[in-house]
């Protein structure tokens, strides 16, 4: 994420998306099956360069599916990351999160009717003005990133015997 300029605490998406496992394989959707870490469906995997795998249209991992490279996978995952970044979006790390999980496009279609400003175009703005409209399922996932980013920064706070994963962040406060 660093190498991107991206936050670091977007690791964490993918703890909640595979927990960290490369070989993940999701149920079968309308728009495929996503597979590895960071479960990419067949088509975002694809634009960001990622080679499917002979088994792409079945639920099995796949070892010559580079979704489920950790590097590759990992690498394509901060790219399309940092692309929903450079999008309205930009004005909030929740509403990447949201975007990564519901679809960018649903997300920004929300996003564009809230005001210009990045101080009204925000996550909780949109959860005032359009939570009817987004599924439990991203709802609860925007906030299982951010609370396993806050416990993973400082996890005695929490009751953890375990490191910070990420180590020391920078202005984190983290020691």
């Known amino acids: 994420m660093l ?13 909640q998306e595979s927990e960290f496992r490369t070989d993940a394989v999701g ?7 996503a597979k590895g870490m960071w479960q990419f469906m067949p088509g ?4 960001y360069g990622l080679t499917l795998g002979p088994l792409v249209g079945r639920p099995l991992p796949d ?3 580079d979704r489920q490279d ?3 996978a990992t690498t394509a995952a901060a790219r399309y990351l940092k692309d929903i970044y450079s999008t309205d979006a930009q004005a909030s790390g929740l509403l990447v999160i949201a975007a990564y999980n519901w679809g960018q496009t649903r997300v920004l279609r929300l996003i564009r009717s809230l005001p210009e400003t990045p101080r009204d175009r ?6 005032t003005t359009s939570r009817d409209q987004i599924p439990d399922e991203t709802y609860n996932y925007v906030l299982a990133v951010v609370s396993a980013a806050t416990i993973g920064d400082r996890p005695g706070l929490f009751g953890f015997a375990f490191e910070p994963p990420l180590g020391p962040i920078p202005g984190s406060g983290t020691p």
Do not use: V
């Open 27 to 33: 149920q079968p959707t309308r728009f495929g099956i």
């Open 44 to 47: 975002t995997a694809r634009a």
């Open 63 to 65: 070892p010559r599916d």
């Open 122 to 127: 925000n996550y909780w703005r949109l959860l």
């Open 3 to 15: 190498e991107h300029d991206l936050p670091p605490e977007l690791f964490y998406l993918a703890l």
């Open 70 to 72: 950790f590097t590759r």
